[in-house]
Each structure stands twice: as structure tokens, then as C-alpha cells.
């Protein structure tokens, strides 16, 4: 993917990004199954041939423009765990890793697009694309920071779904309210609670 966008004409990329700007905003206002190709490349102030040229119809569109921001998403989680095996998670849940750091960041360069795609009923395989992310993302924390099984409190699978849908439910939550915390606060925030849990002291006694 970032192949192709390096050798892609910047003309092409702004066309592209035009018709996913509309899509997303004429979702948002009507909802996918009542809108048109014909009312996309009106908000995109382009017409009809400009848009076949780059796409066969309008689930097309929204398949690829689904496909780009997850693959988007994906590529910037750039930094694994073991990149920085210096960070100890004891010590140093309240400065959030890299990759808690990209997630954030990542989705709030394209809040309005996820908001818009995570709420729309008729794009349920963009939240199933971003749950595959997720659980990636937190398998791979849980494998770097224990890989002993015998050292969990949990079958591991049953972690990771645990708090992958948590993650989810957390940016869903962000984005439904304007993203009222910068991404650095929510990434702070997040890796806390994941390695600490949300007591500062345990309620149940020593």
C-alpha cells in the first residue's frame, strides 16, 4: 500500500480523497443506501466520468475507501513492542507506549471517517476490519509483556478479546463525543487501565 501511494499522481489522490470526503459526508447526513454516485460527485464537485475512472459504483468506493483507512491504520502501528524494548510497562503506564500512541493518532486524522463508518449499519465489515486490527495489536502487547501462559490470570485468548472489545468500545465512545480528550490523553489512559485496571487502590481488601 505505501508503495503505491509514493508512485500514485498527486491529481489522483486528491480526486480519490474528494470522492471519499463526499461519501463519508453524504453518509453521515443521509445514511449509505439513499445516496447516489450523482450526489457523490456533486458534493465532490466533479462529474460522473471522473468518477469511473476510478471506481465502478459506489460500493466500490466504500470498499476501497475502507480498504486504505485500515491498511492506513495498520501501517502506522509501525513500532512493535519489541522496537522498544526499553519501556518497562511496571513503571511507565502513565507515559504511553509508541503504539498506543499510533492508534490514536492514526484514527483522529480520519475521526470523522470512523465515526462515520464505525455507526453506519450498512458498513458492518469496516468495525470487523478494525476488530481484526485491535486483536492483533493487543495479542501482541500480551505475548511481548507475558508469553508464559502458566503467568496469566486467563486463558490468553480470552484476554486479548477481553480488552479488544473494550479498545473498541473506548474509541467508539471518543469518536461519538467529539473526541473530547487529545489522543495522547485516551493513549495514556487506555495502556493505564490495561496494565493497572481503573483502582488506584484494591477495593476487595489486601
Known amino acids: 500500500m505505501s508503495n503505491k501511494k509514493q508512485k500514485m499522481d498527486p491529481r489522483v489522490m486528491r480526486t480519490r480523497q474528494l470522492l471519499r470526503d463526499a461519501l463519508v459526508e453524504l453518509i453521515d447526513e443521509r445514511g449509505y443506501e439513499k445516496i447516489t454516485v450523482q450526489d457523490i460527485t456533486e458534493r465532490a464537485t466533479l462529474n460522473r466520468a471522473t468518477f469511473y475512472l476510478h ?18 491504520l495498520l501501517n502506522n502501528l509501525n513500532v512493535t513492542f519489541e522496537d522498544k524494548v526499553e519501556f518497562d510497562f511496571s513503571k511507565d503506564a502513565d507515559e504511553p507506549h509508541d503504539t498506543f500512541m499510533h492508534l490514536f493518532e492514526q484514527i483522529s486524522l480520519n475521526s470523522k471517517l470512523y ?31 507475558q508469553p508464559d501462559d502458566k503467568k496469566l490470570t486467563v486463558p490468553r485468548e480470552l484476554a486479548v478479546r477481553y480488552f479488544a472489545a473494550a479498545f473498541l468500545e473506548v474509541i467508539v465512545w471518543w469518536l461519538e463525543n467529539d473526541m473530547p480528550y487529545s489522543p495522547k490523553f485516551m493513549a495514556t489512559q487506555l495502556m493505564r487501565i490495561t496494565v493497572k485496571g481503573p483502582y488506584l487502590e484494591h477495593p476487595f481488601g489486601k
Open 55 to 72: 471506481y465502478s459504483d459506489k460500493l466500490d468506493l466504500l470498499y476501497q475507501s475502507t480498504k486504505e483507512i485500515l491498511n492506513d
Open 115 to 145: 465515526k462515520v463508518f464505525l455507526t453506519e449499519k450498512d458498513i458492518p465489515y469496516f468495525f470487523s476490519g478494525l476488530k481484526k486490527i485491535i486483536i492483533d495489536f493487543i495479542s501482541n502487547g500480551i505475548n511481548f509483556t
